[in-house]
């Protein structure tokens, strides 16, 4: 039987993307499918697709001619290409133009824009699910949206990411712990640790979260909101929080997030639209209470077991937050929720032998007539 060879396609790569393609690159790799991983080198280094057996060849984010030319040498002995997020899918369009290779693309998330901008996307949006056989969608709302830009055959298909590999210290409800280095180090010692994780750009909502710090200095302890993640907003973000002089910490892209977010005594998720969150999925396997926006498919991934409230409401994410700090019982009800929510997931198995079956059904020989 000849084995079946897969290329994954990456573009920028947010988190939630690039884990995905090293879980699914590791499972189909130990199911005998031979895969080559095609993006940028920076991704490379931080999720070891080699490490899990897949090939890798670096292609950068960009359309230059260098960049598709690679691109498509990489696609031509395909069986399926497989393409990661919107920009990769329209990239991989173009690579495999006038190639008879089936594209499968993966829809992860969704960017909001006005104007010229908008416009723009909903031309890529349609361009990328046009030119797939097949294309996935994180959560029911993208299905939808795939098929309104024109998707041949539009599939919901929950994404499922790797278990965090720690497990957090038990938590005394009594009293914040104050013993972890994670702690110690970012300065949250005596005082409740709030973390939220994402790249620093507008939809993920973090100017309603830095309006819901100013209300926070009141608190006694105060808490230190800590953000994890680079992107364009930093300087603006920056500005305020010394112009204002708020309690919040930008710490920059780290690879020990799963560490700091076990630390923390409640993670936030102000963003304007998600999917399958691997903040929110993070948080409620580790048994730390969420407080996240009502957006997207962030209710019926998360059910009772974090606290919802409107985007944009920087009072409602205010009270909830104190709130919470003021009542141990319901932090350890959330706390206990979140795991339990976490098992009626689909598991990586799971997410894998999906995939596997639309690559078969994708390369099957048509029956005679």
Known sequence: ????????????????????VRSL??????????????????????????GCGADHVPVARRGDPVSLGALRAACAAADVVHAHGLHAAVRAAVALGGQRVPL??????????????????????????????????????????ARK????????????????????????????????????????????LLMAVGSLVPDRGYGTLLDAARAWRGL?????????GEGRER????????????????????????????????ALLPSRWEARSLLAQEALRLGVPLVATAVGAVPELVGDAAELIPYGDATALADTVARLLADPDRRAQLAAAGPVRAATWPTEDHTIAQVLSVYDELTQPSPPR
């Not at 973000?237 to 409640?266: C, F, H, M």
Request: with cysteine; glycine share 10%.
């Open 104 to 145: 499968v693309v993966t829809w992860h998330t969704r960017v909001h824009a006005d104007g010229p901008r908008g416009h723009l996307l909903r031309l890529l949006e349609r361009r990328a699910v046009r030119a797939a056989a097949v294309v996935l969608g994180a959560s029911s709302e993208l299905v939808d949206r």
């Open 25 to 50: 690159s590791a499972g189909l790799v130990a199911r005998g499918v031979r895969v080559t991983v095609c993006a940028p080198d920076s991704l490379e280094r931080v999720y070891d697709f080699r």
């Open 1 to 20: 039987m000849t084995q079946l060879r897969t290329v994954q396609v990456l573009g920028g790569g947010s988190a939630g993307s690039s884990a995905h």
């Open 235 to 266: 300087a603006a973000l920056q500005g305020r929080i010394d112009n204002e002089r708020l309690p919040v910490s930008l710490v920059g892209r780290r690879d020990d997030v799963t560490e700091l977010l076990a630390a923390a005594d409640i």
């Open 149 to 192: 830009r024109g998707a041949r055959d539009a599939r919901l298909a929950p994404v499922a990411f790797p278990a965090p590999r720690r497990a957090p210290a038990p938590i005394d409800d009594a009293e914040y712990d104050d013993g972890g280095k994670a702690r110690a180090e970012l300065g949250a010692v005596g005082r409740p």
């Open 220 to 228: 006694d302890p105060e808490p230190l909101l800590v953000i994890a």
